[in-house]
């Protein structure tokens, strides 16, 4: 299991009994240096690539943690809010989701982008950033458009800032597909290998009630036809990030909001 961390920045990787394998760069500003770990991917090569989202950068380590390659993706990828932290240039956060093709997808979801002055009136707005498919060397393979950001709020002379309890823009990796949700509707769109709408998936809506912590949820589980086959419900306090199996890897917080890494097996009632 590799975790990212940013405190410091770093990759840690360890083996199936829960003790430390190899730590993979450090924090910095050189060759397998971060400055926010944002998302780690497994190579078919035995290899773990590693994405720096304010630098727009990616650096490839080997499993015994050595130091490979880099490549930069700042021509297509835009700047975080962190690194830039101007309203009126367009950020979003960008991560990266493996494929099984073992390639790619970076998945882009905007910030901002307004131009100052560019509203008259108090409004609420998405803007739109591109995500596409590259391999692990940074090529560009297929682009998949432009998604809506999340929604932010703006006011004249007060500046930009993300709308509370406003929807955002989710993506994911099913197969080779990229999975995009804006929030919008109760529905899934699957992109396929070559950026295309192959397509979409929609179900009823469910209770959107707002709560202070993280309940326990459910979560519909659908088969590879777009029926739903299950539902399965996750703890309070656990936000899932990947099904491997028959496990649901996640970051669990406690009442200090202490976070930890947790797997939960599935199981029938």
């Known amino acids: ?82 690194a830039e932290p101007s309203t009126s240039v367009p950020a ?16 882009s979801v905007g910030v901002w982008g307004m131009e100052a002055g560019a509203a008259a009136e108090p409004s609420v707005t998405r803007t739109e950033l591109p995500s596409k498919r590259i391999d692990s060397e940074g090529v560009t393979l297929a682009s998949y458009g432009s998604f809506r950001s999340m929604e932010f709020y703006y006011a004249p002379g007060i500046g930009t800032a993300p709308y509370a309890f406003g929807a955002t823009t989710s993506g994911a990796g099913s197969g080779d597909a990229l999975v995009v949700g804006t929030g919008e509707s109760p529905e899934v769109r699957f992109y396929g290998p070559d950026g295309a709408l192959d397509r979409i998936v929609r179900w009823g809506d469910s209770d959107r009630s707002v709560v202070r912590s ?8 659908f088969g590879a036809e777009g029926t739903i086959v299950a539902t399965v419900r996750t703890p309070e306090q656990f936000e899932p990030g990947a099904v491997r199996g028959d496990r649901v890897w996640g970051v669990f917080r406690d009442e200090l909001e202490v976070e930890s890494v947790r797997a939960y097996r599935i199981t029938k009632p």
């Open 92 to 107: 979003g956060f960008t991560s990266l989701v493996p494929l099984t093709s073992g390639t790619i997808a970076v998945f």
């Open 1 to 82: 299991m590799a975790v990212g961390t940013n405190s410091p920045a770093q990759a840690l990787v360890f083996e199936a009994d829960g003790s430390l394998a190899v730590t993979l760069g450090r924090e910095g500003d050189g060759p397998g240096e971060f400055w926010n770990v944002a998302s780690l991917v497994a190579l078919a090569s035995d290899s773990i690539l590693v994405w720096d989202r304010d630098r727009r950068r990616i650096s490839v380590f080997t499993g015994e943690g050595v130091y490979s390659r880099e490549a930069g993706l700042s021509e297509s990828v835009s700047l975080s809010p962190l």
């Open 214 to 221: 993280m309940p326990a949820r459910d979560w519909l589980v």
